[in-house]
């Protein structure tokens, strides 16, 4: 349970990061950037704590959905980005292959 618990944080890390980025504005401005870099080092620290007692293809399948989900939500509630009835049923998809992952696990 723990394993599960720290890969969830490096996802959440993840997501933290790559909002940090939409900010460095393409490394232009520092603290964005330095944020940004901070917080893809805290992912990577957690995502090989999580791979200790994980399988490294369900860790790292539901590292990337659960941080490509959780950004492109926050891209739509942050940014105004398209919430399309077909993104958001693409964005569940990933959400239930992460939950399949899980259950099979």
């Known amino acids: 349970m723990t394993a599960w618990l720290l890969l969830l944080a490096a996802a959440l890390v993840d997501i933290a990061m790559a909002i940090a980025l939409k900010y460095a504005d393409g490394w232009t401005r520092l603290w964005p950037s330095i944020l940004g870099l901070l917080f893809a080092n805290g992912a990577i ?4 704590l999580a791979l200790r007692n994980l399988p ?3 860790a790292f399948a539901v590292f990337t ?3 490509a989900a959780g950004a492109a939500a926050l891209g739509i509630i942050l940014y105004g980005e398209s919430a ?3 993104r958001l049923a693409l964005i569940a998809v990933i959400v239930a292959g992460i939950m399949g992952l899980k259950l099979a696990e």
């Not at 620290?45 to 090989?48: Q, S």
């Open 65 to 67: 959905g659960v941080g």
């Open 45 to 48: 620290l957690l995502l090989t």
């Open 84 to 86: 399309s009835p077909l």
């Open 56 to 58: 490294v293809g369900t």
